[in-house]
């Protein structure tokens, strides 16, 4: 009896000690999800890439000067509708003053938990995590260049806390024909000093080429983007769309190939599409995992004016 006492104590010990040693990381030294929130549904259809991918207002999110190419005003939402009773989404306004550019952006998750981000209920009302940016671009000829701030709020068992950085990006845009642009967001992680809230730097560099004129009827269009996360391996995102579209109305199809998919939760391929009405584009994106490890689908809508 005297063994089996020990044996079962030694056991206990054991699976006390593996337990301990699997305890996840509390939200606090969780990055925010909220800044791997797609800002455009049709970069989440290609697989997140977005620093060579000019001329939408959801473009702000992952490089501050996607936004110069506007002709006048461009409005951009998404939404995600996600298990534990969890909703993400965002919007986006960019604006075309001269040779400036104006851009503002809003990033939002939140319910009742969403676990797997760290964000679990407790008192003062339900987790959540909140992002805004406002960015300011200067064009000139072809090259134009830019910075962003980022605000960003997190409310989890029942703790609030605040971070605060900027993105630094530049671009250059041939027309509607090609676009090479650099961005780097979270410059110097998390500017307030009173803040244990992780923002991990992320570098990216992408190249996309439209192989037919955008204004005519066949559409053809790659991007090539590497990114950088801090403290982490680097990862290639290779992707394309093709459609056809009349007078303005018509549809496309995009996908896309993500490397280093190893130890995360997200699928290696990401698809989507969009309906084009005119000024107006209906996007969705479809991923089989997100931030939450379930399907992901997401819906958006694009406007020009």
Not at 120 to 131: I, N, Q, S, T, W
Not at 218 to 241: A, F, H, K, N
Not at 262 to 268: M, Q, R
Request: hydrophobic share 45%.
């Amino acid at each position: 009896m005297p063994r089996l006492t020990v044996a079962r104590a030694a056991a206990l010990l054991v699976i006390l000690l593996g337990s301990a040693s699997a305890t996840p990381l509390t939200a606090q030294e969780l990055p925010p999800a909220v800044l791997s929130v797609p800002g455009s549904v049709r970069s989440a259809g290609l697989h997140g890439a977005g620093a060579a991918l000019v001329g939408d207002a959801g473009a702000i999110f992952a490089n501050p000067v996607g936004i110069a190419t506007l002709r006048h005003i461009g409005l951009e939402g998404t939404l995600r509708r996600s298990p534990f009773h969890a909703l993400s989404g965002t919007g986006a306004l960019g604006w075309r003053l001269s040779q400036f550019d104006l851009g503002l952006g809003l990033a939002y998750i939140g319910g009742d938990s969403v676990p797997i981000a760290g964000l679990l209920p407790g008192a003062g009302g339900p987790p959540y995590e909140a992002m805004g940016v406002g960015s300011l671009v200067y064009r000139f000829g072809l090259m134009a260049v830019g910075g962003s701030i980022r605000e960003v709020r997190r409310r989890t068992g029942g703790v609030d806390e605040r971070g605060r950085s900027g993105d630094l990006g530049a671009a250059l845009a041939v027309f509607d024909i090609m676009a090479i642009g650099f961005s780097v967001q979270d410059v110097g992680g998390n500017w307030s000093k009173q803040s244990t809230l992780p923002m991990p730097r992320l570098t990216r560099f992408g190249f996309t080429m439209n192989y037919s004129d955008p204004q005519e009827t066949y559409r053809l269009l790659t991007t090539v983007e590497e990114q950088w996360p801090q403290g982490g391996r680097s990862r290639w995102i290779l992707g394309g769309e093709a459609g056809i579209v009349v007078y303005g109305v018509g549809l496309l199809a995009r996908a896309a190939y993500q490397t280093r998919t190893a130890g995360t939760v997200e699928p290696s391929v990401a698809l989507g599409g969009t309906l084009a009405l005119t000024r107006l584009q209906v996007d969705y994106a479809y991923g089989a995992r997100d931030l939450v490890g379930a399907p992901a689908h997401r819906l958006g809508l694009r406007l020009t004016l």
